[in-house]
């Protein structure tokens, strides 16, 4: 029961009055209900005072990124609707870091979901029974991205198991930082780049009106922050440009491409928070001082491939603590 309702709900009231300049009287009225009291009260000649009796209002939690993610997907308001069911979803480099917490976050709005993996085979199990155990089906299929036959392999036997593709997400990637050589230019063009070109365009060939593609790229696409990166900065600005290409290529079937641009997320690939660059990007670059979970990035991967995204294509959302803001 609100302010405003009738004075026969009312547990008090009171009034005042004053003349007004035509000769009326002007009547305010305070009825309180059964809510507690607002905090200003206002009498004749005098200014705005406060009760005594002011409403204790709790205070907001701050989060400090500490269990953020497992919040998040134990959030009862999240999955209360399988949104995504009946959706199969393709997660390269889903065993671990932000493919593994994509893959869960999508199985637990409904998706059936297909991880891949490279060589980590334990951690790709455990992360296909986790799925499963949120009653979807769930494969985990090794291919490295690097390899376009395989690529191919990979992307027709989910085809051929699920019956299509709806949602995929090009989370697999590697990051060598430091002595720029050929080889290690090589396999960051090739996993980074080639190997999402070839991963897209593969499954969009399965894909319905509806579809969504979310690439996940880098804040080093739009600023380095030091020596060294050149070369994954220039695949994740490619993968960036690929995505407002794709975003025009794919419109005219239904399918929704847009892109993730990552600041320092907590995972094996990042730099250690006790390493001088981890503390100079925590206390001169990220506003907010913390690295970015895992979850957190999911969590908008799993808005962008969901309904209310429906009209979002060819974007660039960041999650970096506001590095680049």
């Not at 960036?240 to 094996?268: H, K, L, M, P, S």
Request: charged fraction near 20%; proline fraction near 3%.
């Amino acid at each position: 029961m609100g302010w405003g309702r009738a004075a026969a709900a009312a547990t008090s009231s009171s009034t005042w009055a004053r003349n007004g300049s035509s000769g009326g009287a002007i009547v305010v009225v305070f009825v309180r209900s059964a809510l507690p009291p607002p905090l200003i009260s206002l009498r004749p000649g005098a200014s705005a005072v406060r009760r005594s009796e002011r409403p204790r209002v709790p205070r907001p939690r701050v989060l400090t990124g500490h269990g953020v993610g497992t919040d998040f997907t134990r959030s009862e308001w999240l999955v209360s609707e399988k949104t995504l069911s009946g959706k199969v979803a393709l997660v390269t480099g889903g065993s671990r870091g932000i493919g593994a917490a994509s893959a869960r976050r999508l199985a637990t709005l409904g998706a059936d979901v297909v991880i891949t993996y490279v060589a980590q085979a334990e951690k790709a199990g455990a992360v296909v029974e986790e799925l499963r155990s949120q009653g979807v089906r769930a494969e985990g299929i090794q291919a490295n991205q690097a390899d376009r036959a395989r690529v191919t392999a990979m992307v027709d036997a989910v085809a051929q198991q699920f019956g299509r593709i709806d949602i995929l997400v090009n989370s697999a990637g590697v990051f060598w930082p430091g002595e720029i050589t050929d080889a290690v230019r090589d396999e960051q063009v090739a996993i980074n780049l080639t190997g999402v070109a070839d991963t897209t365009y593969r499954a969009v060939r399965h894909m319905r009106e509806g579809g969504r593609i979310v690439n996940l790229s880098s804040g080093l696409a739009s600023k380095t922050f030091a020596a060294g990166m050149s070369d994954y900065a220039a695949t994740k600005a490619a993968v960036t440009a690929y995505t407002r290409g794709w975003a025009q290529d794919f419109a005219a079937r239904g399918i929704n491409v847009n892109v993730i641009e990552c600041g320092i997320i907590d995972t094996d690939m990042a730099m250690s928070k006790d390493s001088e660059g981890g503390q100079f990007m925590l206390q001169a670059v990220i506003p907010m001082h913390r690295y970015a979970e895992a979850d957190e990035v999911a969590g908008v991967v799993a808005f962008l491939v969901g309904p209310d995204a429906a009209y979002i294509t060819g974007s660039t959302l960041r999650v970096d603590g506001g590095a680049l803001a």
